[in-house]
């Protein structure tokens, strides 16, 4: 336990890259949104411009980025890949949550006023929002997280097995996937799994979505354990 808040401190020695610099993005994303929209929108006429994508990316990139920052460093102080795992996923928990806390709050608040400059809305989306206060804190924390083990577990896959393997296997993937969208549009797939998707609803996709979440987790942690500096 020791060892693992001991990656904890060392993660959060960077607390610039984990909170601030995320809300610095988002923040001038807003203002650029927020000046682009006075200047051309109708106020008769709602805007949803989706800015809020970027923590979300942002998130990604982190989870590409940490291990190749961190890893080495950590091995080379004698702490075990066990323990970085531990203290590298909690820090990464504790910065979802509060980035998940702040964009609810600003959904509130955006809620409250009607929107920026009367129709204008950045942070909130009805479809989560409507849910109540737990089921869209939820949505965000499992949305980030998610996000950022995908590009955890890239990271990981590529110090394991190389640039090329790592080429290999994702090209294969996109060959795959491609096949799948050609078919899908050909026997009309699409609009079925669109209706099931919004059977579902946004909380129980992403519930379901945290279940992935913890399988990106687990193979992450199966590969660090095997990685070399």
């Known amino acids: 336990m020791n060892r693992t808040l001991s990656v ?34 109708d106020e008769d006429t709602t805007v949803s ?3 809020m994508a970027s923590i ?34 909690a820090i990464a928990g504790i910065a979802a949550a509060i980035s998940a806390l702040i964009i ?32 869209e804190l939820w949505f965000y924390f499992s949305l980030i ?18 640039g090329i393997k790592l080429t290999v296997i994702l090209g294969a993937l996109f060959i795959l996937f491609t096949v799948f969208s050609l078919m899908a549009s050909y026997y009309g797939w699409w609009l079925e799994i669109g209706k099931a998707l919004a059977s579902l ?3 129980k996709i992403i519930s379901l979505a945290f279940l992935v979440t913890l399988a990106y987790a687990g193979f992450s942690y199966a590969l660090l354990r095997k990685t070399t500096v």
């Not at 997280?145 to 190389?162: D, I, K, N, Q």
């Open 201 to 203: 609803g946004a909380i």
């Open 49 to 51: 411009t989706g800015g």
């Open 56 to 89: 979300f990316i942002y998130f990604m990139i982190i989870g590409l980025i940490i291990l190749h920052q961190t890893f080495p460093f950590a091995l080379g102080l004698s702490v075990r890949r066990t323990d970085y795992f531990r203290g590298t996923i």
């Open 8 to 41: 904890m401190r060392m993660q959060a020695k960077d607390l610039f890259s984990w909170l601030y610099l995320p809300w610095i993005i988002v923040g001038g994303n807003f203002l650029i949104n927020l000046v682009t929209t006075s200047a051309i929108h």
């Open 104 to 135: 609810v709050i600003m959904s509130a608040i955006e809620g409250q006023l009607g929107g920026w400059l009367g129709s204008f809305y950045f942070f909130r989306l009805y479809f989560i929002s409507d849910h109540g206060f737990l089921s």
């Open 145 to 162: 997280l998610h996000l950022f083990f995908s590009g955890f577990l890239v990271s990981c896959l590529f110090r394991r097995l190389g």
